[in-house]
Each structure stands twice: as structure tokens, then as C-alpha cells.
């Protein structure tokens, strides 16, 4: 069965860190690319970042550029989005998506508060 979950999501203050991991199982993540969306109440879902099938390269919305970090460990099966100095505007439901030529899977979201 193939599925995506999300964790570490939560409260956090202007200014905190979380760390966001997505935990894949029934395929194998080394060959997927790995991104992060999220989506804010009453906003389109929009994409965060990207990390290619060998983590060897990534990209960035220009919002999250300098403050935000996408890894994966193939070994593991997992992905993970460090989130650092954040702001209220982060606040959304986070979601991972794996993409390769021929599929395409989402996982449920987890949601991020950023307030004070």
C-alpha cells in the first residue's frame, strides 16, 4: 500500500524552528523527486520545495528561500523540510508529494501555527 505521512507539525512562535517529516511506504523514495506544499485557509495550495530522486539538488519558493531546508534519506524512506525563523504567513497545512515520470502521490498534511 502505497502512503505518505506527515509529522512534526504544531504551535510554534515568530521566530521558531520545526522540523517536518514525511515517512513513505509501498515505493521507494530514491526514486522520487520530494516536495513540500501547503496550503492557508482560504489560499490555493502552493508549492514550498524540491529535492531531486538523489538529493543532490534543490529548490526553493522564493517566500521560504534562506529559512527553510529539504533533505530525504533514500535509506530511510523518508523526506524532511527543517522550517527556521518562521512567520505568521507560514501558518497552513503542510503537505509531502512524491513525483516521478509516471506517478504521482500526496500525503494528508499536517498543519503549522505560527502565533504568537
Excluded at 517566500?63 to 512567520?87: C, E, H, P, W
Amino acid at each position: 500500500q502505497v502512503q505518505l505521512v506527515e509529522s512534526g507539525g504544531g504551535l510554534v512562535q515568530p521566530g521558531g524552528s520545526l522540523r517536518l517529516s514525511c515517512a513513505a511506504s509501498g515505493f521507494a523514495v530514491t526514486n522520487y523527486f520530494m516536495s513540500w506544499y501547503r496550503q492557508a485557509p482560504g489560499k490555493e495550495r502552493e508549492w514550498v520545495a524540491t529535492i531531486s530522486s538523489s538529493g543532490a539538488n534543490t529548490n526553493y519558493a522564493d517566500a521560504v528561500i534562506g529559512r527553510f531546508t529539504i533533505s530525504k534519506d533514500n535509506g530511510k524512506n523518508m523526506a524532511y523540510l527543517q522550517m527556521n525563523s518562521l512567520k505568521p504567513d507560514d501558518t497552513a497545512v503542510y503537505y509531502c508529494k512524491a513525483t516521478n515520470v509516471n506517478r504521482n502521490f500526496w500525503g494528508r498534511g499536517t498543519q503549522i501555527t505560527v502565533s504568537s
